[in-house]
């Protein structure tokens, strides 16, 4: 069996390690592995391939080609391990018939005022409304472009909609039934009368090769932590409404 390890590539017998398949499994990666590449993935932007290439250097300097290639196997299983990372610090890595529900895999601000976390059962009584009132901030980024994948059927989410991301299906469904005219329900779709306001203008511009402009999300407007199961994919940049009279 081929061993993915921090400091090499290596073929052995019996270890403790995550297998790269289920059935008859010939790849497994130790758990120190997986736990670097998701820190290096995190704090020093480094990919999947730079981090199996630094392996395949440290398994065999001189001649790095001859080492066994697993870097699809490193892309399959890191997204295993860091599901499972995230319903065992949550409570429901040992319960597969327990739901999450929409955004139970992430945390929102500790500071907010949150009934049955840091309010007292009678809190309605002991604050005023302003005291406890949560204020939110909406904001985007529209240089953050994805592009269509060639093969998106096998995108596979392991946690759609659990996260901070919406959850794919009904936000898609929303999209198509939204209208895409220069009048949406009362409200007249304009273009920037701005000279070169590029974020407003490149709302129409044909995309056809993107799958999102850019990324919008909400977060508490004191803290700045982003609220579970708000963040969105954009489809036409930052374009703007006005209501009809």
Not at 6 to 21: K, M, Y
Not at 221 to 239: I, L, N, T, Y
Request: glycine share 6%; with cysteine; charged share 25%.
């Amino acid at each position: 069996m081929t061993i993915v390890h921090t400091e090499g590539i290596f073929s052995h017998e019996v270890w403790v390690l995550f297998p790269a398949s289920i059935s008859k499994p010939k790849t497994a990666f130790t758990f120190d592995v997986l736990d670097h590449f998701l820190i290096d993935a995190l704090e020093c932007k480094t990919s999947a391939m730079s981090f199996y290439q630094k392996l395949k250097r440290f398994t065999n300097n001189a001649f790095p080609e001859r080492v066994p290639d697993r870097y699809r196997e490193l892309m399959r299983v890191s997204q295993l391990w860091r599901d499972l990372k995230h319903r065992k610090w949550f409570g429901f890595g040992h319960d597969a018939g327990k739901d999450s529900g929409d955004g139970g895999l992430a945390l929102f601000c500790p500071a907010c005022p949150q009934p049955g976390l840091n309010l007292p059962a009678d809190w309605k009584v002991q604050y005023d409304r302003d005291t406890v009132m949560r204020q939110y901030v909406i904001d985007g980024n529209f240089t953050a472009q994805h592009m269509k994948m060639n093969k998106p059927e096998l995108d596979v989410a392991l946690s759609d909609g659990k996260g901070y991301m919406v959850s794919e299906g009904p936000y898609q469904n929303h999209l198509q039934q939204s209208l895409d005219s220069k009048e949406v329900r009362g409200f007249k779709v304009l273009e920037s009368t701005c000279s070169n306001h590029r974020a407003i203008n490149a709302a129409n511009i044909n995309k056809s090769n993107l799958r999102s402009t850019g990324i919008g999300a909400t977060a508490c407007a004191q803290h700045g932590c982003f609220v579970p199961h708000s963040v969105v994919d954009f489809q036409k940049g930052e374009r703007w409404v006005k209501c009809l009279d």
